[in-house]
């Protein structure tokens, strides 16, 4: 009875007040300053810059955001007395996560500050904004001494306007950034990957003009028209002309914004128009024009949908031949800084697996990423770290996600890579949990009605004719398009492995089905072959051969994305032998060596494109 009185406060919340603002999109290729690069770093386990002892406002030898020079302020004043001097402090390379700027800050979780100095010469027809790809996990931002605001979540992107903050000459720039997770959270504190607390991802001062494209969505719908939608921001944003031009295939579209600034239009798609597909990943330089703004991005057009049992791209049924990974590069010493080198040598490795699909999980990965998946041909599952233990019964936890979730899809409606939009991942069944996950659904749906809805959930395990069967009853599934199972039979159950193929699976849903984890151990170089040890080699290539076996039984399997590509940092892995702080469940070890396993799915799948590329066009009934 309490659950179902909780429905209606989890739901309150109208989308449009979470939308962020601004959005940005496209934001890299806007006019601007890199502000990458070397910043200074202070750590405050206290949060002494945030508060006094007893709870008021930090004092003035705190602060670490203030406007001045520490030492010249002491020098001038030699009772003044500042604990702290961020223009002299210790320097990291940024983006970057603090784990790699000082041994001692290997398992730091709290808040870290970061400044810098940068020049700028302002305009008065422009609009200021400082952007960062994502900083892990709440962020605080001040520009010259003054809050220019507030983010929380570790993966998305965010920004702030600081266009009356910015000043000509030399600017100051500083960032309290807090690692610090609660009950709260999303994702909570207890997860299986590393922290990375820092800004990981680029950050920007971007300039535009004083009404400029916030928002652009192009894509192509289920009847084969081009549809567009733009939202301006801006004092001139409403009844402003606007033009959406293909160039290479000669299309346009014109129209005029409403009196909210915004626009949709559509029109037939012309016959040259070539579709993305992983054999053919063909983008096309797209360019919107809107008063004194001019918006440029290069996007692939290609239809999804489900029929039956089946996912269809491009009208066509495919076979998710995939794998999962995290965001974090090759090395020995990774810093989660995911640059166009990085992300292809991680997207290049799947790539000769011959996959032709990715599961980013468990969280959005680098805008970075899904633009070299779109490059590359390599189909995406996205998610959003839903996770585990999450506080589903918290109002204020379901609008952290649905924010998190509203940043994912704005910023990526324009990768054809993305076909999935996942809402969670191994969360434990309840009427609350089932109302939190429906609501991200239903903003799903609102924001994006040309990709397909998932979540990585668990089927139960029971007999059936003396025989173990997986049974899939989640009831979230009936809100799915896609139904996603992680299972570890073998690994994380006594069954031996030879017994894993008469593992039988059943769902009463009319829907296809993903394995979207399975896995097992193997520390690179440690072989077995006699006993198959656990975390050997063998053992691992043995697992992934019984399972696939299992899984060439599932009559509705249409896709996998097997756990994981490259071993991953993970603290509460901590086997001094085998694991030493790293999930080994990487085909790859975490500098690129290859497993065993690796070449026992490489050739499963090479025999699966061969198979899947002989399957013919469905017919109608397909949804989206």
């Keep these: 009875m309490l659950a179902l009185l909780a429905r209606p406060a989890l739901a309150a919340e109208p989308l449009a007040g ?92 709290g808040l870290m500050w970061y400044q810098r100095m940068f020049d700028a010469a302002p305009r008065p027809d422009e609009r200021a904004f400082l952007r960062f790809g994502a900083a892990n996990y709440t962020a605080r931002v001040y520009l010259n001494g003054t809050f220019a605001g507030m983010h929380e979540g570790g993966s998305t992107p965010f920004a702030f306007e600081v266009t009356k903050i910015l000043r000509s000459g030399r600017n100051q720039i500083t960032v309290g950034v807090d690692s610090t997770r609660t009950a709260d959270s999303v994702p909570p504190p207890a997860t299986d990957w590393e922290t990375y607390g820092g800004i990981t991802r ?57 009196a909210d600034g915004a626009w949709s239009g559509e029109a037939a798609a012309p016959a040259s128009l070539h579709l993305w597909s992983p054999e053919q990943p063909t983008l096309y330089d797209v360019q919107v024009t809107a008063g004194a703004d ?36 090759f090395g020995e010493n990774p810093a989660r800084d995911i640059t166009p080198e990085a992300a292809r040598a991680l997207l290049a490795t799947a790539k000769s697996l011959n996959a032709n699909y990715v599961r980013l999980a468990h969280y959005p990965h680098s805008e970075i990423t899904t633009r070299m998946a779109d490059e590359l041909g390599l189909l995406v599952w996205s998610e959003i770290p ?11 936890t379901l609008i952290t996600a649905r924010r998190m979730l509203a940043e994912n899809i704005l910023r990526d409606r324009n990768r054809a890579s993305i076909i999935l939009w996942s809402v969670g991942n191994e969360t434990p069944q309840s009427e609350v949990r089932l109302t939190f996950l429906s609501q991200l659904v239903d903003d799903v749906r609102a924001l994006d009605d040309t990709r397909l809805v998932s979540a990585a959930l668990f089927a139960r395990r029971v007999e059936r004719g003396g025989h173990p069967e997986m049974l899939i009853d989640d009831p979230l599934v009936s ?46 170089g440690y072989y077995d072959p006699r006993q198959l040890h656990k975390f050997s080699e063998e053992f691992q290539a043995e697992y992934y051969r019984q399972t696939l076996a299992m899984t060439d039984k599932i009559p509705f399997l ?33 500098i690129g060596q290859r497993k065993e396993a690796f070449g026992v799915l490489a050739e499963h799948y090479r025999l699966l494109a061969t198979k899947w590329a002989t399957s013919k066009p469905s017919g109608s009934g397909a949804r989206q």
């Design 18 to 109: 979470l939308l962020p603002s601004p959005v940005l999109t496209n934001a890299d290729s806007r006019t601007g300053i890199d502000l990458s690069g070397p910043w200074h770093y202070s750590i405050d386990p206290y949060r002494d810059g945030l508060a006094g002892f007893h709870g008021g406002a930090a004092g003035a030898g705190h602060r670490r955001y203030d406007d001045l020079d520490v030492a010249d302020a002491m020098r001038k004043d030699p009772n003044a007395l500042y604990e702290y001097d961020m223009q002299r402090s210790p320097v990291a390379k940024l983006p970057g996560s603090w784990i790699t700027h000082d041994r001692t800050l290997r398992h730091y979780d």
């Design 202 to 258: 680029p950050i920007r001062l971007v300039l535009t003009p004083t009404t400029f494209v916030d928002d652009f969505w192009i894509r192509l719908t289920r009847n084969g028209r081009i549809a567009a939608t733009v939202r301006l921001n801006g004092a001139q944003a409403s009844d402003q002309p606007l033009h959406v031009a293909i160039p290479a295939i000669g299309f346009s579209l014109d129209g005029k914004t409403d």
């Design 294 to 329: 001019v918006l440029h991005d290069r996007v692939g057009f290609r239809t999804i949908a489900v029929r039956g049992e089946d996912i269809l791209l491009n009208g066509r049924p495919i076979f998710l031949r995939g794998i999962s990974l995290h965001e974090e590069e």
């Design 386 to 396: 839903v996770y585990w233990l999450v506080n589903f019964a918290n109002p204020a």
């Design 479 to 524: 809100r799915l398009d896609v139904m996603a199972v992680n299972t570890y039979n073998g690994w994380y159950t006594s069954d031996p492995l030879s017994s894993l193929p008469s593992i039988a699976w059943r769902s009463d849903y009319d829907k296809p089905l993903i394995l979207s984890e399975f896995g097992a151990e193997a520390l690179a």
């Design 558 to 590: 249409r896709g996998m994305s097997p756990w994981i590509l490259k071993d991953f940092r993970s603290p509460r892995r901590q086997n001094p032998i085998y694991q030493q702080g790293w999930n080994r469940k990487g085909l790859v070890s975490e």
